[in-house]
């Protein structure tokens, strides 16, 4: 069974500092993995997309992505109060597997 | 970015109606998909399409059904709805783009949801 996994949270960080969120996939076949926000009671928005091994940026937002070990992670970097939300990972190819979510909290 | 409609936005019934919740894309995307998520739970697909007449359940069992007759609509249907079908309920859609030298993929755009109540 394809699995997401995520760290629940809270994630913890003071405004401008760099929030770090970690996910792993089971599914050795995926080959594209995003990166979504998603604002209590709304729905996912999209914000990054990875598809190769490295790095990818755009923005105040870096996408790591590491095949052998199956990992991905998203660098926040200035983090804002506006950035509190919970970030959902998710791999797949036609269709894909959701992680469950990881909060992140940015205080003033 | 797709243009994703999702009517009602909420919606309150009771036990044993027949409910429909419809979603719409103006982006003529091929692929869409039915997702359901309870608070603080991940998402579940629970069923997609990759076009007209196409209709794939998906990982999660759900007792609704859907329909693709048109490219651009992609309606959700309960027939009879309980009490266990209260949850969020998010349609997305999708469009197969190309990397060089690597396979094609899907960015999943989503509607604001229909929050749906069974009492």
């Known amino acids: 069974q394809k699995e997401v996994e995520q760290n629940s949270g809270p994630l913890s960080v003071p405004e401008g500092a760099i929030a770090s969120l970690n996910c792993t996939y089971s599914d050795r076949v995926s080959q594209s993995f995003f990166w979504y926000r998603q604002y209590s009671g709304k729905s996912p928005e999209l914000i990054m997309s990875i598809y190769s091994n490295g790095d990818k940026e755009d923005g105040r937002f870096t996408a790591q992505l590491n095949k052998a070990s199956q990992y991905v992670s998203l660098l926040i970097r200035d983090s804002q109060p506006s950035d509190s939300a919970t970030y959902l990972c998710?791999?797949?190819?036609?269709?894909?597997?959701f992680g469950k979510g990881t909060m992140l909290l940015v205080s003033p | 970015e797709a243009d994703i409609y999702q009517t009602p936005r909420y919606l309150v019934i009771g036990t044993g109606k027949k409910i429909t919740l419809e979603c719409s894309q103006t982006?003529?995307?091929?692929?869409m998909y039915w997702y359901q998520q309870d608070p603080g739970m991940e998402l579940h697909l629970i069923h997609y399409?990759?076009?007209?007449?196409?209709?794939e359940k998906g990982d999660l069992s759900s007792e609704s059904t859907v329909s693709r007759i048109r490219t651009e609509h992609f309606p959700l249907t309960l027939e009879s709805a309980r009490p266990s079908h209260t949850s969020q309920y998010l349609c997305?859609?999708?469009?197969?783009?190309?990397?060089?030298?690597?396979?094609?993929?899907?960015?999943?755009?989503f509607g604001p949801g229909t929050r749906l109540t069974v009492l």
């Open positions: 982006m003529g995307h091929d692929k």
């Open positions: 997305a859609s999708s469009e197969p783009r190309r990397l060089a030298g690597q396979s094609s993929y899907n960015e999943q755009f």
């Open positions: 998710a791999s797949g190819y036609s269709t894909l597997t």
């Open positions: 399409s990759y076009g007209v007449n196409s209709t």
